[in-house]
Every structure is written in structure tokens, then in C-alpha cells.
């Protein structure tokens, strides 16, 4: 069974940096995509970045790039999120998620596997 776990959400002020953690365990491929996504209150929950950890390909929104940084860790089965230059507009629940492609859109639509999320709030 596949379980991600997300960690280190919290409350900063605009401007700041956040490092978002995920682990992973139970996934049956060792190459597999990772991403997290994003969703504010009262709107559509949308991708922000994937990493494809057989090759450490990387994809972002346009709204981050720049800004923030997907990375992994595969000993750990850990993928990161670092978010710097944070704005108000960040503010969401955060989830993890894993499929088994990212390359085009599908990591945005492919996504099978996905954590129960954590808070960002970005103040201004």
C-alpha cells in the first residue's frame, strides 16, 4: 500500500521560505514521479512541480519557477519542495502525490497515489 506523508507546512510571512517534505513507502516501481500540487480555498487544485525519480527530470508551473525547488532524496524515499520568495498567492494545502510517468502533462494528470496534505499560509 502506498502511503506519502507530507510535513513542514506552516505560517510566513511574504517574502520567506518554506521547505515541504514527502515520504514515501509501499510504491511498487523504483522509478516513479513525485509531485506536489496545490489548492487554495475556493479554487481548482493545480500542479506546481514533479520530479521523475529514475532520472531527476524536473517540472514546474510557471507560477514557481524560479521560486521554488523540487529535489529528492531517494535513499530516504524523500521528495522536497523548497519555496522561497514566498507571496500571499502561495498560501494552500499542499499534497504530495506519485504516478507512474511525469514526462509532458502527465504528471499532472496521471497522478494515482496522493497525501493528506499540509497548510501553507503566507501573510502579508
Known amino acids: 500500500q502506498v502511503q506519502l506523508v507530507e510535513s513542514g507546512g506552516g505560517s510566513v510571512q511574504a517574502g520567506g521560505s518554506l521547505r515541504l517534505s514527502c515520504a514515501a513507502s509501499?510504491?511498487?516501481?523504483?522509478?516513479?514521479?513525485m509531485g506536489w500540487f496545490r489548492q487554495a480555498p475556493g479554487k481548482e487544485r493545480e500542479g506546481v512541480a514533479a520530479?521523475?525519480?529514475?532520472?531527476?527530470?524536473?517540472y514546474y508551473a510557471d507560477s514557481v519557477k524560479g521560486r521554488f525547488t523540487i529535489s529528492q532524496d531517494n535513499a530516504k524515499n524523500t521528495v522536497y519542495l523548497q519555496m522561497n520568495s514566498l507571496k500571499p498567492e502561495d498560501t494552500a494545502m499542499y499534497y504530495c502525490?506519485?504516478?507512474?510517468?511525469?514526462?509532458?502533462?502527465?504528471?499532472?494528470?496521471?497522478?494515482?497515489?496522493w497525501g493528506k496534505g499540509t497548510l501553507v499560509t503566507i501573510s502579508s
Open positions: 502525490a506519485a504516478g507512474r510517468f511525469c514526462a509532458g502533462d502527465l504528471w499532472l494528470y496521471g497522478m494515482d497515489y
Open positions: 509501499g510504491y511498487t516501481y523504483s522509478s516513479h514521479c
Open positions: 520530479i521523475y525519480t529514475g532520472g531527476s527530470s524536473t
